[in-house]
């Protein structure tokens, strides 16, 4: 007698296959955001054999995904404060003086996103050449990677900001939905990594002109501003780590860091002269780091400040209120004001600088075949209408720690994240 091999559609290894197959799809997107993590170690998609999965901790973003504990809505960091000390010279006994070692914990919060799309119904399918069924899932696949995007994009500014159109998945922070959507509480940046472009000194610490943000619209982002950037990276006291990318066989002797800039202050940047040895800078350095996807597309690297877009702008215009850290030893904000004067000509946007361990990324396992990542379709109204839904678990925060300054002080940081404010000119209608 001959039988066939059958797997019902409702086979929990059929929908564990399922929804393996879309987490690794959404994990190695080609996004900016995409390419700012490395993988899951041993395959992303062999998540019943794996108890705790963390990406490489040299890159902005790092992503968990801890199944160990089923479906706990929280996921814990630990950070290994810095160490200072002094050597035992000679005969002096060094037994019992030991350095002391400390850490801290965070915890970033996992919440469900889900996106469903209409499929139509019987009437639809006979009246239309267009197959549903089979566009519905490249789009719903399509929306949930740009929230993903976007999630991570404003945790790392710190801000939604007030540019919207269509193409949001975030509304800004005004809508009542505008927390959920975000998950973790989206954090401005902290006093000791927040500045803004000046036209002498390239940079400055954020700072205020009575109300308002103290800039103009001649602070654009330009090669003195990156130069700038550079340099305070280097004068200040545990700045962002180096980001290393696999491969790269200079990582230790050239150190890299990330600028991600708006199209706006990208345009800017590109005026330079010396715009396209910017770019071919960037392609030598990929030779360096096995072609790494980081150096795709538009982007240029300056005094080790590898320069992208961002897919969205991070904007605030003439009015609008831009929150601010007040204390380097409490996390109180307070607001600002983009100065009148700016108009419906300029706006301020916001580049992020990035380096290693910027962003943490959790996810969790779902009911759905374990996996953070699922997919559904269901029939309803007796098998006439169809309907197709993603979901995702996850959530995502800035890392941030209470950081001891060597002298007893500890003072907010945001480990691997530098925001820098400049002034854009509006070339579309504000949206």
Request: include cysteine; aromatic fraction near 6%; charge should be neutral.
């Amino acid at each position: 007698m001959t039988t066939k091999t059958n797997v019902p559609a409702t086979a929990a290894d059929k929908q564990r296959v399922l929804a393996a197959g879309l987490f690794a799809q959404s994990m190695q997107r080609n996004s900016t955001m995409g390419r700012l993590s490395g993988p899951m170690p041993k395959g992303e998609a062999a998540a019943g054999e794996v108890v705790r999965k963390q990406t490489s901790t040299d890159l902005p973003i790092v992503k968990t995904m801890d199944l160990s504990r089923g479906k706990g809505d929280e996921v814990e960091f630990q950070f290994l404060q810095p160490v200072g000390a002094y050597p035992i010279m000679g005969s002096e006994t060094a037994e019992g003086k030991g350095t002391g070692l400390s850490y801290d914990t965070a915890r970033v919060r996992v919440n469900q996103a889900r996106f469903p799309v209409d499929l139509g119904d019987t009437m639809t399918t006979i009246r239309s050449a267009v197959d549903f069924r089979r566009l519905g899932r490249p789009v719903a696949q399509s929306l949930m990677d740009s929230y993903m995007d976007q999630s991570l994009l404003v945790h790392m500014a710190g801000a939604r900001g007030f540019h919207d159109n269509i193409e949001w998945r975030i509304p800004v922070a005004a809508n009542p939905k505008f927390a959920a959507m975000a998950v973790n509480p989206v954090k401005a940046p902290t006093k000791n990594r927040h500045f803004i472009a000046d036209g002498t000194n390239g940079i400055i610490p954020f700072a205020l002109s009575g109300g308002d943000v103290d800039m103009a619209t001649t602070d654009v982002l330009s090669m003195d501003v990156v130069d700038a950037i550079r340099t305070t990276m280097e004068s200040i006291a545990l700045p962002p780590p180096a980001v290393k990318i696999p491969g790269d066989v200079v990582a230790e002797d050239s150190p890299l860091r990330v600028l991600l800039v708006s199209p706006a202050q990208y345009h800017s940047f590109a005026q330079d002269p010396n715009f396209r040895q910017f770019q071919a800078n960037a392609l030598a350095r990929a030779s360096k780091a096995k072609q790494h996807p980081l150096f795709l597309g538009e982007c240029g690297l300056w005094n080790g400040v590898l320069i992208m877009k961002m897919p969205k702008p991070i904007r605030f215009y003439a009015g609008d209120a831009i929150s601010y850290c007040t204390s380097h030893t409490a996390e109180t904000e307070a607001t600002a004001t983009v100065p009148a004067g700016f108009g419906t000509t300029h706006a301020i946007d916001r580049a992020i600088l990035l380096g290693g361990q910027a962003i943490a990324q959790a996810f969790a396992a779902s009911g759905h075949g374990g996996m953070p990542f699922f997919w559904k379709e269901k029939e309803f109204d007796h098998g006439d209408k169809m309907e197709l839904l993603i979901g995702a678990i996850q959530g995502i925060s800035k890392v941030r720690w209470l950081v001891d300054q060597g002298n007893g002080v500890k003072h907010y940081t945001d480990h691997g994240i530098v925001a820098i404010d400049t002034a854009v000119p509006i070339i579309a209608a504000r949206q």
